[in-house]
């Protein structure tokens, strides 16, 4: 077993007296303040180094008001974050970003209702800079709970209290939708089915008008309700054949839902893309790359949304101290929402 190293802990005092100066001007540097010459800055920044000083987190965060650290909230249960690449691609974006900035990601998650309160009484605890949130449900009471506290979203919000001015991120479910759809149109594909996601998110509402955009006349028994998971996308696929067996194409809210539909098509001898062309949405690498056979589907950049809601974040931290360090001078605008342009990516499916 290592021994731990018994020896005090470098001080402030000591880097002080490494460099030749008072201890007011290693706080100023090291805290990152204003007014401290370009030599002393650099005689400070040695003794740290030569010493291995660690600035105490507890006392920085009295002089500075900040933690370097920002809450990630995923209003998802555990088993549904841990099997969705797309939570860990929007978690990668997010880690390099704070990373980046020299501040830690801290992931909460809520398994249920009750978890809400949990999360609010952390985030209103003064232990993060801010939060960021995604994967929000309409009916998610998380958004009130957490006023005050510095937050960028991950989609648009859709909850009808306090939703206006909320900076997020989010992609062109709209447009990425109706492109798709026109794709499989333009194929000669008349019967166009379409598996959405959970309609109580704004993502799934919107690839659904999408859909809608380009299917006027559609059948109603064209759509079936899906939750965006590998079994809500077989259940949906089986229903829609029951339903409708002479559809000839699907478009699913994401790429797990179209793998769920592929799986159920090829158990009832339908070839893709000669019987039933298939589209999904999100093409999360190398999982659509790797389906059998390689899917069409529609991408949204999943890793840069993530390090967009971390960079707006982060922006707005520094607007903030700003003003306050500054109370009356012009500062940075305020970060503002970022939607994100989707490509339609074709692959052997369709």
Known sequence: MTEQSTEPRPTLEAVAARAGVSRAT???????????????????????????YVPNQAARSL?????DAVAVVIAEPETRVFADPFFALQLRGISKELTAHDSQLVLLLTEGRDDHARVARYLAGGHVDGALVFSLHLDDPLPGLIRGVPTVYGGRPGWRDGSRGAVYVDSDNRGGAREAVRHLVGLGRRRVAHITGALDQTSAVDRLDGYRDVMVDADPGLTVESDFTLGGG???????LDRCPDLDAVFAANDLTAAGALRVLRERGRRVPQDVAVVGFDDMLPFTEQADPPLTTVRQDIEEMGRLMARLLLRGLERT???????????????????LPTTLVRRASA
């Open 26 to 52: 290693v706080s100023r540097v090291v805290n990152g303040g204003d007014g401290v010459r370009e030599p002393l800055v650099e005689r400070v920044r040695r003794a740290v180094e030569e010493l291995g």
């Open 63 to 67: 002089v500075t008001r900040r933690h």
């Open 234 to 240: 077989e259940r949906a696929m089986r229903e829609l």
């Open 321 to 339: 101290g700003a003003a306050s360090a500054r109370a009356g001078e012009d500062v940075a605008e305020a970060p503002s929402s970022v939607v």
